[in-house]
């Protein structure tokens, strides 16, 4: 390796129109073609197709059951039941990804809540695919990185069983924010020299902006139906926070704002269009309702969009991330202790509410005092942004250290 360009893989739910995932895949691609420019990359990801297209990255699917719709040649696969299927996807997964492992030198899983049960996940799914991943990397000898990932303490048992392990096994790991990193040693994933440093976001620029008075409210919205634990109200929870968010954008426009619906995942838009026709047919001022949805895919997009508002009411995780990340006064509606640690990492952790007491006339009152206090709260933002480009910088040069590095002893 000292001598050969190192090859590396990138591993995980990139590419499956997840904003944030795919951000954190870009702060990673941009430290390597810093780093080490040599590098040969690509990818073992949910949306290989769109890997491809956007980063140029050969990439392959992640799970084989996700793969291209094909008739099964197996009669056994045709008429066989759910089970079977998944079963028959397992064992192929469990050769398929340590093939694709034996052929990296560094196998980089990149942020991402890859150690957490925030969102409904099945075991078979990524938290197999990870510890067969990981223990496919030991058993080659290819160091697999878990650089700031989200962890929670899992409740599932077998979930959380794969996911400790597949952390435990790997050569090196960070972790985005104290509270993954006390969830984790609680779980036995993290180790006693592993440390905490921001999201890989804060590593992106920021495009160019000039400041201007615009009057618009991003409105960051989400396809939220609960834990995993309450599939059987997944629909009912998903209804009771839609009926809140457009309650919140139809007082927004009555008191003169322009309001931009975000999304952070392709999951959510279904829930923006639902509230952008909601706003549209309570409208009765003049012309048009002042709110807009424009799709996006990409973090630059989203960026570009958040540009074009002065506060922020947020929900998916990433969304209020990149808004902080522009210096955006923002509140957060958090469906996780991620978005708390959040919120307190850049100064502003009073801003929130839980989601499951979401209160739309507390977020009114809360979205007035951005404004009110729009000046202090900006300038807060700006310092501590600079402070987390500086503890990245560190981890970079850690990570270099940890899996570039010609001298075993520097290896941890």
């Given at each position: 390796?000292?001598?050969?360009?190192?090859?590396?893989?990138?591993?995980?739910?990139?590419?499956?129109?997840?904003?944030?995932?795919?951000?954190?895949?870009?702060?990673?691609?941009?430290?390597?073609?810093?780093?080490?420019?040599?590098?040969?990359?690509?990818?073992?990801?949910?949306?290989?197709?769109?890997?491809?297209?956007?980063?140029?990255?050969?990439?392959?699917?992640?799970?084989?059951?996700?793969?291209?719709?094909?008739?099964?040649?197996?009669?056994?696969?045709?008429?066989?039941?759910?089970?079977?299927?998944?079963?028959?996807?397992?064992?192929?997964?469990?050769?398929?990804?340590?093939?694709?492992?034996?052929?990296?030198?560094?196998?980089?899983?990149p942020g991402m809540g890859v150690l957490e049960s925030s969102l409904?996940?099945?075991?078979?799914?990524?938290?197999?695919?990870?510890?067969?991943?990981?223990?496919?990397?030991?058993?080659?000898?290819?160091?697999?990185?878990?650089?700031?990932?989200?962890?929670?303490?899992?409740?599932?048992r077998l979930t959380g069983w794969l996911l400790a392990k597949s952390?435990?096994?790997?050569?090196?790991?960070?972790?985005?924010?104290?509270?993954?990193?006390?969830?984790?040693?609680?779980?036995?994933?993290?180790?006693?020299?592993?440390?905490?440093?921001?999201?890989?976001?804060?590593?992106?620029?920021?495009?160019?902006?000039?400041?201007?008075?615009?009057?618009?409210?991003?409105?960051?919205?989400?396809?939220?139906?609960?834990?995993?634990?309450?599939?059987?109200?997944?629909?009912?929870?998903?209804?009771?926070?839609?009926?809140?968010?457009?309650?919140?954008?139809?007082?927004?426009?009555?008191?003169?704002?322009?309001?931009?619906?975000?999304?952070?995942?392709?999951?959510?838009?279904?829930?923006?269009?639902?509230?952008?026709?909601?706003?549209?047919?309570?409208?009765?001022?003049?012309?048009?309702?002042?709110?807009?949805?424009?799709?996006?895919?990409?973090?630059?997009?989203?960026?570009?969009?958040?540009?074009?508002?002065?506060?922020?009411?947020?929900?998916?995780?990433?969304?209020?991330?990149?808004?902080?990340?522009?210096?955006?006064?923002?509140?957060?509606?958090?469906?996780?202790?991620?978005?708390?640690?959040?919120?307190?990492?850049?100064?502003?952790?009073?801003?929130?509410?839980?989601?499951?007491?979401?209160?739309?006339?507390?977020?009114?009152?809360?979205?007035?005092?951005?404004?009110?206090?729009?000046?202090?709260?900006?300038?807060?933002?700006?310092?501590?942004?600079?402070?987390?480009?500086?503890?990245?910088?560190?981890?970079?040069?850690?990570?270099?250290?940890?899996?570039?590095?010609?001298?075993?002893?520097?290896?941890?």
């Open positions: 390796m000292a001598d050969d360009p190192p090859r590396v893989g990138l591993f995980g739910r990139l590419g499956s129109g997840n904003i944030g995932n795919d951000a954190t895949l870009e702060a990673v691609l941009a430290y390597l073609k810093a780093e080490r420019p040599d590098a040969v990359l690509d990818s073992l990801c949910s949306g290989p197709e769109r890997v491809t297209e956007r980063y140029g990255l050969p990439a392959a699917q992640l799970n084989w059951l996700h793969g291209p719709r094909r008739p099964p040649r197996s009669r056994l696969l045709r008429v066989g039941t759910a089970a079977t299927r998944i079963g028959v996807g397992v064992l192929v997964d469990s050769w398929r990804i340590p093939a694709w492992v034996r052929r990296h030198d560094v196998v980089i899983v409904p996940q099945r075991p078979w799914e990524l938290p197999y695919s990870q510890f067969v991943m990981s223990l496919a990397g030991k058993v080659f000898g290819t160091k697999v990185a878990f650089v700031g990932s989200g962890a929670t303490v899992v409740r599932q952390a435990k096994l790997a050569s090196y790991r960070s972790f985005r924010d104290q509270v993954s990193l006390d969830a984790a040693r609680q779980m036995g994933m993290a180790g006693p020299d592993d440390q905490v440093y921001p999201d890989l976001v804060f590593a992106l620029p920021s495009p160019p902006s000039t400041p201007r008075a615009t009057g618009a409210v991003g409105v960051g919205v989400m396809a939220y139906s609960g834990a995993p634990e309450e599939r059987a109200r997944a629909e009912e929870i998903q209804a009771e926070y839609t009926n809140k968010m457009s309650q919140f954008v139809r007082r927004l426009l009555t008191d003169g704002y322009r309001v931009r619906l975000l999304i952070g995942d392709e999951d959510d838009e279904p829930v923006a269009l639902e509230i952008l026709a909601d706003a549209r047919a309570h409208w009765s001022g003049p012309g048009e309702a002042p709110v807009v949805y424009e799709s996006f895919s990409s973090v630059q997009e989203l960026m570009e969009q958040l540009g074009t508002v002065e506060s922020v009411i947020g929900t998916r995780y990433h969304t209020v991330q990149v808004s902080l990340r522009l210096g955006k006064p923002t509140v957060a509606i958090c469906y996780g202790q991620k978005h708390v640690a959040l919120m307190e990492l850049m100064g502003v952790g009073d801003r929130i509410q839980q989601i499951r007491e979401l209160d739309v006339e507390l977020l009114e009152r809360q979205h007035g005092a951005l404004w009110t206090d729009r000046d202090e709260i900006t300038r807060t933002l700006a310092e501590r942004n600079q402070l987390n480009r500086e503890r990245l910088e560190v981890q970079f040069a850690e990570l270099t250290a940890v899996l570039f590095a010609s001298d075993p002893a520097r290896i941890r």
